[in-house]
């Protein structure tokens, strides 16, 4: 490969590598903020159909308070009065599609066990009443739940849907207020609404807040996971549960099954949730969703939003191919300047390798001469530097023995200072322990007059609490409290005299201590004064035989001084020219190294062609 080559890759690969970690970096980004925008959007046309919802579920709440009420405070006598009563409740409600007054078993009258008087929007009237026939709503299990759970609950409520039977139609909703009579709860007031009627209002019918906001669906989950609305008619009629049948499905993965759970588990509990998740109920077969929970405040339940993951992405793919492109174009044109830019630096470099050889021919013949001139200055000043080889050993020899005898009387005049300094030292340090001695006996006898205070205080105690025992015995019951209290201040100051007691003795034996040693501190500091005498005896001496020995020294020392200036002259001579003769070889050998790379480069920029260097050697 050429050099040529070489150079326009190594501008090229980085650009490449830049080019693909941009283009990754930004559809990263591109992908957080489609996200972030998605989410917004879904949870502002979640939002806004969950308020429509409740609102639906808030304008049938009225009527069956108002009736609950009027129950249990005046409790209608005729069955038209009941009538009555339902029909006013159910006209200012739009959604409405029937109202009843249920009891429980003998709540009403004695002769009725089971009384309902029902309304529905179209007029019609009917009763739940063992005496007209109908079915037993206490019992039944599937279609008694709007009136068992609200009067069980004790508040108002909207019972599961029920999906037929009953005396309610096909797909209905229930909201049940209970009510009391005579301090007891009677039965329930409730309102009946199709889950038609509730599916109307949960269709987003108002346009997209922009014009490319992806299409989205929305239904309603119970508590219980059934799905009370939804655009497709089989989700609300097979009653099953939503979360269940995702959770237990054989299409979906462990780890699409575990997000279900997850969602099952957490949707609703604390306000929004997001999730992407695969869905089994679409005709499409299964597919991912981008799915937001949002609770419906006036029954518990849950309001979900569902896009289409493909069709919510598409604009931000859209974007980062447009992107791609845009940035594959200017990466050609990069390409195309970066070739030309190294074409036109490869032929400029190829001129200057040419001159530099030329350049260095001239610079190896010059070196020669001058190496040739250094090797004879350096022949020289070897010749003068071994005459005073000899001379010199002679010197070195005497400088060293009159050192050695130098070296040693200071040795020992040093070592004589040392020990006279240690014997100060602990003389100084005897004198302290004999002062520290005399501190402490008096500090023992400080502390046997504190001593005698606290056993005078002890015995002047133990007489106060003695006489508060007998104060005590005579005060009878009164003061058996007082009595303890005092017997125990009276141990305590015996048990003090003991210590003080105790304390007294050993001090007394530490006083016969300090004394004994005071004595051994005495005869110490004597000894120490006359080694310190016989230590400077010897310093005097040693002092008087290094002067001499240093006499001796100053007379070769001069010598040697004139000797070693005239072998520093021939010595710097010959440093000399050695160094100008390395300099130059080396100066020689990083030529030729330089030659031969500059060789290497018209080679490179030859393509094959023999190169400079070559064509020396032929000539030679």
């Given amino acids: 490969m050429t050099l040529h080559s070489k150079l326009i890759l190594s501008f090229l690969i980085p650009l490449f590598l830049a080019f693909g970690a941009l283009a990754s970096q930004n559809y990263r980004s591109q992908k957080m903020v489609a996200l972030n925008d998605i989410n917004n959007l879904v949870a502002e046309r979640g939002?806004?159909?969950?308020?429509?919802?409740?609102?639906?579920?808030?304008?049938l709440e009225e009527?069956?308070?108002?009736?609950?009420?009027?129950?249990?405070?005046?409790?209608?006598?005729?069955?038209?009065?009941?009538?009555?009563?339902?029909?006013?409740?159910?006209?200012?409600?739009?959604?409405?599609?029937?109202?009843?007054?249920?009891?429980?078993?003998?709540?009403?009258?004695?002769?009725?066990?089971?009384?309902?008087?029902?309304?529905?929007?179209?007029?019609?009237?009917?009763?739940?009443?063992?005496?007209?026939?109908?079915?037993?709503?206490?019992?039944?299990?599937?279609?008694?739940?709007?009136?068992?759970?609200?009067?069980?609950?004790?508040?108002?409520?909207?019972?599961?849907?029920?999906?037929?039977?009953?005396?309610?139609?096909t797909g209905t909703l229930s909201y049940g207020v209970p009510f009391q009579l005579r301090g007891e709860w009677a039965g329930v007031a409730t309102v009946d609404a199709s889950l038609a009627a509730l599916a109307d209002v949960a269709r987003d019918a108002e346009a997209p807040p922009r014009p490319d906001a992806p299409s989205a669906y929305f239904f309603i989950v119970s508590r219980e996971g059934q799905v009370i609305s939804h655009p497709r008619e089989l989700m609300v009629a097979n009653g099953e549960n939503l979360f269940e049948a995702n959770i237990n499905s054989p299409k979906l993965s462990e780890e699409d099954k575990a997000l279900w759970r997850k969602v099952s588990a957490s949707a609703g509990q604390n306000g929004d949730f997001y999730a992407r998740l695969k869905n089994v109920w679409d005709d499409d077969g299964v597919s991912y969703k981008l799915i937001h929970f949002a609770p419906l405040n006036a029954t518990g339940w849950l309001l979900g939003s569902c896009y289409d993951e493909k069709?919510?992405?598409?604009?931000?793919?859209?974007?980062?191919?447009?992107?791609?492109?845009?940035?594959?174009?200017?990466?050609?044109?990069?390409?195309?300047?970066?070739?030309?830019?190294?074409?036109?630096?490869?032929?400029?470099?190829?001129?200057?390798?040419?001159?530099?050889?030329?350049?260095?021919?001239?610079?190896?013949?010059?070196?020669?001469?001058?190496?040739?001139?250094?090797?004879?200055?350096?022949?020289?000043?070897?010749?003068?530097?071994?005459?005073?080889?000899?001379?010199?050993a002679n010197l070195l020899e005497l400088s060293k023995s009159s050192e050695e005898n130098r070296k040693q009387a200071q040795g020992g005049a040093n070592l004589s200072r040392e020990t006279t300094s240690l014997i100060e030292a602990g003389s100084s340090s005897v004198t302290d322990m004999a002062k520290a001695m005399v501190a402490i006996r008096d500090s023992s006898e400080s502390i046997e007059e504190i001593l005698k205070n606290i056993e005078n205080i002890s015995f002047q105690t133990n007489l106060l609490a003695l006489n508060?025992?007998?104060?005590?015995?005579?005060?009878?019951?009164?003061?058996?409290?007082?009595?303890?209290?005092?017997?125990?201040?009276?141990?305590?100051?015996?048990?003090?005299?003991?210590?003080?007691?105790?304390?007294?003795?050993?001090?007394?034996?530490?006083?016969?201590?300090?004394?004994?040693?005071?004595?051994?501190?005495?005869?110490?500091?004597?000894?120490?004064?006359?080694?310190?005498?016989?230590?400077?005896?010897?310093?005097?001496?040693?002092?008087?035989?290094?002067?001499?020995?240093m006499s001796d020294g100053e007379k070769i020392a001069n010598l040697n001084v004139v000797i070693g200036n005239l072998r520093d002259i021939s010595n710097e001579t010959m440093e000399n020219a050695q160094k100008a003769m390395s300099?130059?070889?080396?100066?020689?050998?990083?030529?030729?190294?330089?030659?031969?790379?500059?060789?290497?480069?018209?080679?490179?920029?030859?393509?094959?062609?023999?190169?400079?260097?070559?064509s020396q050697e032929e000539e030679g």
Wanted: glycine letters at 8%; hydrophobic letters at 45%; aromatic letters at 8%.
């Fill in 63 to 169: 009527g069956p308070k108002i009736v609950a009420a009027i129950v249990a405070d005046s409790l209608p006598q005729t069955d038209d009065e009941f009538f009555a009563l339902l029909e006013n409740s159910i006209a200012s409600a739009p959604n409405a599609l029937g109202a009843s007054v249920a009891f429980a078993k003998g709540k009403y009258s004695p002769d009725k066990e089971l009384y309902a008087p029902s309304v529905s929007k179209e007029g019609g009237r009917a009763f739940i009443d063992p005496e007209r026939g109908s079915y037993d709503y206490l019992s039944d299990a599937s279609q008694g739940r709007w009136f068992r759970e609200a009067l069980q609950a004790q508040k108002p409520i909207w019972t599961e849907p029920s999906l037929g039977g009953g005396a309610g139609a």
């Fill in 468 to 549: 508060a025992s007998v104060e005590a015995a005579r005060a009878g019951e009164a003061g058996s409290g007082f009595a303890i209290v005092a017997e125990e201040v009276r141990n305590l100051a015996q048990r003090s005299a003991e210590s003080v007691h105790n304390t007294t003795a050993f001090i007394g034996a530490n006083h016969a201590q300090v004394a004994n040693g005071d004595k051994i501190s005495q005869k110490l500091s004597q000894s120490f004064q006359k080694i310190s005498l016989s230590a400077g005896e010897t310093i005097e001496a040693l002092e008087a035989i290094m002067g001499a020995v």
């Fill in 311 to 392: 069709e919510a992405f598409a604009p931000m793919r859209r974007l980062v191919r447009n992107a791609v492109i845009f940035h594959a174009a200017c990466l050609a044109l990069l390409v195309v300047a970066v070739y030309f830019s190294v074409t036109g630096l490869v032929r400029r470099l190829e001129g200057m390798a040419q001159g530099l050889s030329q350049k260095f021919k001239k610079f190896r013949a010059t070196s020669a001469i001058i190496t040739e001139c250094n090797q004879d200055m350096f022949l020289s000043a070897n010749d003068q530097s071994s005459q005073f080889d000899e001379l010199d």
């Fill in 47 to 59: 939002g806004r159909v969950a308020a429509r919802v409740d609102s639906f579920f808030y304008s």
């Fill in 583 to 614: 300099a130059v070889v080396e100066l020689v050998s990083e030529s030729e190294s330089l030659s031969e790379v500059i060789a290497s480069v018209e080679s490179q920029f030859s393509r094959g062609k023999p190169s400079p260097r070559d």
